[in-house]
């Protein structure tokens, strides 16, 4: 999504001083050639005419984004009401939405359903709420497959096992009975194990053990296998997803289970990261260099509050110089500018040398970027801009200012 040029980077022929001068930093920037080309590379990864990707909106719900994804033909997931409003603005029906909220109240329960939007639940008391809620309503429930099925980057985004989501497999009779005795059905079952799995290993065990539960369920018409497919945050140390190795192990899978059941159900999954990670970068700058104890730090405006996953989940984003590319390299921890010794964005980061004024890019932040930022320190959320498909650069959020942190407040 961007260039070396010379002494500096751009993006689409569009120097980075150019944006920072235009749009200020931090800055959160996405290419939505790469978001096209990820989408158009889910469509396709299986050649049957009931495969449907949703898009997991959780990890970037800007709304210019949400339309390009849509145009492509994806259909899309909500965890609340605040993504199912914007989900709308961004033109998705009804009939493109799965709610599969965590922990819901019945007000959830009754402005989804009062939509006709299909629901996923995931504890036996919400299966209980939703039919007295919705009686005579279909709707799927989430497994979850058990101790030593999930997969991710991080313990926090491991969702099978010992976690808060999904329905235990000991417990999946007593939630379609007791759909049953309402007047409701259960028509579909999905799991989701984790997140940023590089491994494809995992997944495709969770698929064929959800298969493999289904063809006891005969009234089963929609499986879903969930997201989590990953992205090579460190291209020196991290091979990416098998994508074409998975596509026709996944493909092969599906289509033996149909001839074997003779059942053609819709399959799904619900991919996040993979549509819109590779597609985002931050632009940060250099704000202050100084070297303590014999550690050189380069400081940022780009702190943990507008850019967590390096502190919350120990992750990797590749940092390079946007300007000022060439000269003695030094080794920096380059952080932000929150009041906290723990706001680090990478540790031990080799770079030309800085200084004061230069601009830093962080690369692959278009997933659980922006959608995780907040506004601690009582700063103001970064803007965002999306490098379109002619090379132009397009504001899609202002920039907040402090009259927005006083907006809401009463006194």
């Not at 059942?263 to 990261?273: D, H, I, N, V, Y």
């Not at 103001?380 to 801009?385: F, G, S, T, Y």
């Amino acid at each position: 999504m961007f260039e070396v040029k010379g002494n500096s980077v751009s993006f689409s022929g569009i120097p980075a001083t150019k944006l920072a001068e235009d749009f200020g930093t931090p800055l959160y920037i996405y290419d939505e050639k790469t978001i096209r080309k990820n989408c158009q590379a889910l469509k396709s990864m299986v050649d049957l005419p009931n495969f449907e990707v949703f898009y997991s909106a959780k990890a970037n719900t800007n709304i210019a984004l949400l339309k390009i994804i849509k145009s492509e033909g994806l259909k899309i997931d909500a965890m609340s009401l605040g993504e199912l409003a914007l989900e709308k603005e961004a033109g998705f029906e009804a009939s493109e939405i799965l709610f599969l909220g965590n922990n819901l109240k019945e007000s959830d329960i009754k402005a989804v359903t009062g939509e006709g939007i299909k629901c996923c639940l995931d504890s036996l008391d919400q299966v209980e709420r939703f039919c007295k809620i919705a009686p005579n309503t279909n709707f799927y429930i989430r497994l979850n497959p058990g101790v030593g099925t999930g997969a991710g980057h991080h313990e926090k985004v491991v969702t099978a096992g010992k976690v808060k989501f999904g329905i235990d497999l000991s417990l999946l009779d007593e939630a379609i009975i007791l759909a049953k005795a309402q007047g409701c059905k259960v028509t579909g079952f999905m799991v989701h194990i984790g997140s940023l799995f590089l491994d494809s290993t995992p997944y495709l065990n969770a698929i064929e053990q959800l298969l493999e539960i289904a063809k006891s369920y005969p009234d089963i018409e929609y499986i879903d296998f969930g997201g989590g497919i990953g992205v090579a945050y460190d291209r020196e140390t991290e091979q990416p997803f098998p994508f074409a190795d998975f596509s026709e192990k996944f493909s092969k899978i599906l289509k033996d289970w149909m001839s074997d059941t003779g059942r053609a159900p819709t399959f799904a999954m619900e991919p996040g990261r993979f549509v819109v990670a590779e597609s985002g970068a931050c632009l940060a700058e250099v704000q202050s260099v100084k070297t303590n104890s014999g550690v050189h730090f380069a400081g940022t405006n780009l702190g943990f509050n507008f850019l967590l996953r390096p502190e919350f989940y120990q992750a990797y984003h590749e940092i390079i110089k946007a300007t000022g590319l060439q000269g003695e390299k030094v080794t920096y921890n380059v952080t932000g500018n929150v009041c906290e010794s723990g706001d680090n964005l990478g540790k031990d980061r080799e770079l030309a040398k800085c200084k004061v004024g230069d601009l830093l890019l962080v690369r692959d932040t278009g997933a659980y970027g922006y959608a995780m930022a907040s506004n601690y320190n009582s700063m103001c959320r970064p803007a965002e801009v999306l490098i379109t498909a002619t090379g132009e650069a397009k504001l899609i959020r202002k920039r907040e200012e402090t009259a927005d942190l006083l907006k809401n407040q009463i006194y």
